[in-house]
């Protein structure tokens, strides 16, 4: 018996009934979680179609407080809760929920659902931002040297290239760290991310903090130090989580 299960709005499978045994044992799969197999009318949540199984999970949050009611994702109108519907993490109303339940079958994305960014589209950011701080280093570099060395000086004791090595190395963590930290605390991305259209966001989509962008800067250091694997985790991620998005709960979304 093959299964199909919705995750982050898209639809995953087929799985075998084992295999979905195990992922609901792990959390990937919980009683609010859709599932379909041949044979259904329509995608149902896993606690309604094995609530045997379902018993142990916690259960459903209420409905989030909003005044004046909750937003259907789809049409985005407001209704009263025992006007909506929960499908996962989105609530859809009445009307919507057939359109809803065909994208699912489909595969196709949903209203509200976020889009990773890759591995890919990520590097051209972060290459373009390289270039970005590139730019006042270099100047800081022929400015020391031509200030520093005149023509036919001789250099016996090689101080001086090691000082300014471990010079424009703490100025460029210095740079890059209020660059990183002031653009993503405040923008939700740096230049580079703006120019490829791609934010910074917490799990839920929302903007981060400042505290959380000081945090992420420090932790992505760690990932250029294991030889960039930080970095490349990222592509092989279910999310495009790279090593410092997981150490701070963080997402990197096409906006």
Known sequence: MNWYYADAG?????IT?????????????KGDTLVWREGMASWLPYGQVLPA???SDPALPPPPPMTGGIVCVECGKTFQPDQIIRYGDRWVCASCKPIFVQKLQEGAPLAGAMEYAGFWIRFVAKFIDGLILAVPLVILMFTFFFSNFRPG??????????GLQLGVQLCYY?????YNIFFIGKFGATPGKMAVNIHVVTPEGGK?????????FFAEILSGLICNIGYIIAAFDREKRALHDHICNTRVVKK
């Open 10 to 14: 898209r639809q995953v499978g087929p």
């Open 208 to 216: 981060i903090s400042y505290a959380r962008a000081t945090g992420r």
């Open 174 to 178: 210095a740079l890059a760290g209020v």
């Open 153 to 162: 000086q001789r250099a016996t004791v090689p101080w001086a290239s090691i």
């Open 53 to 55: 199984r379902a018993s």
């Open 17 to 29: 009934d084992e295999q979905l045994e195990e992922l609901r044992k792990s959390g990937a799969v």
